[in-house]
C-alpha cells in the first residue's frame, strides 16, 4: 500500500507566498509523473501541475508563472512552491501518485 503524504499548507494573506510538499512511500517514485491538483469547495477537482520522471513541467493556466512544481527523487518528494498566491488560490492542494491520492492540505489565501 503507497502511502502520499502532503503538508505546508495554511494561511498566507495574497501575495504571499506558500511551499507544498508531497512525500509517497511508493517505490516506483521516480519513474512516475506526479501530479498536484485542488478542489476549492463547490467546485471540481482540477490539476494544478504536474512533473515528469525526468522533471518535465506542465502547469494549469491559471497558475503558470507564479507556481513552481519540483522533485527529489532521494527523498521520494515533490514540491509545489507557490507564489503571489490570491485569493482564489484558496482550496485543499491534493497530491496523486499513480491511484494513491493523500488527504490534501489547506490552503487559504486572505485578501
Known amino acids: 500500500q503507497v502511502q502520499v503524504v502532503e503538508s505546508g499548507g495554511g494561511l498566507v494573506q495574497a501575495g504571499g507566498s506558500l511551499r507544498l510538499s508531497c512525500a509517497s512511500s511508493g517505490s516506483t517514485f521516480s519513474t512516475d509523473a506526479i501530479g498536484w491538483y485542488r478542489q476549492a469547495p463547490g467546485k471540481q477537482r482540477e490539476l494544478v501541475a504536474v512533473?515528469?520522471?525526468?522533471?518535465?513541467?506542465n502547469y494549469a493556466d491559471s497558475v503558470k508563472g507564479r507556481f513552481t512544481i519540483s522533485r527529489d527523487n532521494a527523498k521520494n518528494t515533490v514540491y509545489l512552491q507557490m507564489n503571489s498566491l490570491k485569493p482564489e488560490d484558496t482550496a485543499v492542494y491534493l497530491c496523486?501518485?499513480?491511484?494513491?491520492w493523500g488527504q490534501g492540505t489547506q490552503v487559504t489565501v486572505s485578501s
Open positions: 496523486s501518485h499513480r491511484i494513491y
Open positions: 512533473i515528469g520522471s525526468g522533471g518535465q513541467a
